[in-house]
């Protein structure tokens, strides 16, 4: 009685392990692949208490979340012929269980071809560009191509690639003090051209204002010059018509003019004979009436 007791209980032990070794729960954040001895046989993506042969059949759990991917800073050469180096991200999930699978037996073998994919697509990518682009407003552009390129390679180890994200680019620490030295170099380049510019159109401005400034000059010599010639030829004119009118006072007033010439500092001194026509207006009035 008791051996049969015993038969029963260690019977339905083995019954409860098998049934219990039959079934697995799925959660809701992953999926599962089910392998008979490393072939897989389905994939279960529904959430759930599901059934598998025991001892024959294992279960793989895969994650159905969104992962990341943290790549590790590679240098890139540019366009230009300047390297770069670029710190980049992505973010991912598993679509294809069965695929990814037989591309990755694991998580970190699946990580790796990632890895390897998406350095391989950012560097010939940001290879066409030249600095300016990477580091500027085509950054959003081209995070896009190398999402949409590492997308499209990435199906076929059964993952998509939701976002990739350039977190950092920056120069070589090698290389920044020389870049750094050949801005600077440009930029005085540029500035002495800037100088020699100035100067060039100085200059021109300033043999320009001088050509005007001679043509002005000259222009009002001449204006001034017809305009004596016209006032002498004038005081010529009244002198003759005055001197015809009344040669006496004509005469009068040319002695008058010469006194005031002739006196017009206080120490003057003439030496001259006393009856000197000269002085016939101070000697005798009454000859000066004549």
């Not at 230009?80 to 999930?93: E, G, K, L, M, T």
């Not at 030295?181 to 540029?190: F, G, H, I, L």
């Not at 030829?233 to 010469?258: P, S």
Request: hydrophobic fraction near 40%; glycine fraction near 4%.
């Amino acid at each position: 009685m008791n051996g049969k007791l015993i038969g029963t209980l260690i019977s339905f032990v083995v019954l409860a392990f098998v049934g219990i070794s039959s079934l697995f729960t799925v959660d809701e954040r992953e999926q599962a692949l089910v392998v008979q001895f490393g072939e897989p046989k389905r994939t279960v993506t529904t959430p759930g208490l599901h059934v598998k042969l025991p001892f024959f059949e294992q279960v793989i759990f895969l994650e159905k979340r969104v992962l990341s991917l943290d790549l590790r800073p590679q240098e890139v050469l540019a366009s230009d012929q300047r390297r770069i180096v670029v710190d980049s991200f992505a973010r991912y999930r598993i679509t294809d269980p069965l695929k990814r699978y037989q591309a990755a037996a694991n998580d970190v073998i699946a990580n790796d071809l990632l890895e390897k994919i998406m350095d391989t697509t950012v560097r010939n990518v940001l290879a066409k560009q030249p600095m300016n682009n990477i580091v500027s407003g085509e950054r959003a552009s081209l995070m896009r191509d190398i999402g949409q390129i590492t997308n499209e390679r990435a199906a076929s180890i059964g993952l998509e690639v939701i976002d990739v994200r350039l977190k950092r680019v920056d120069l070589p620490p090698q290389n920044s003090q020389a870049i750094f030295q050949r801005m600077e170099t440009e930029r005085q380049q540029e500035a002495a051209e800037k100088r020699a510019e100035g100067r060039r159109d100085a200059i021109k401005i300033r043999a320009d204002a001088d050509r005007q400034s001679a043509v002005i000059v000259a222009d009002s010599g001449k204006k001034a010059q017809i305009i004596r010639g016209e006032a002498d030829g004038l005081a010529v004119k009244i002198f003759a018509e005055a001197f015809g009118k009344d040669k006496e006072f004509f005469e009068f007033y040319r002695t008058m003019q010469a006194y005031r010439n002739s006196f017009n500092k206080e120490d003057t001194r003439l030496v001259l004979s006393p009856d000197s026509e000269f002085f016939k207006y101070f000697l005798n009035s009454e000859t000066g009436k004549k």
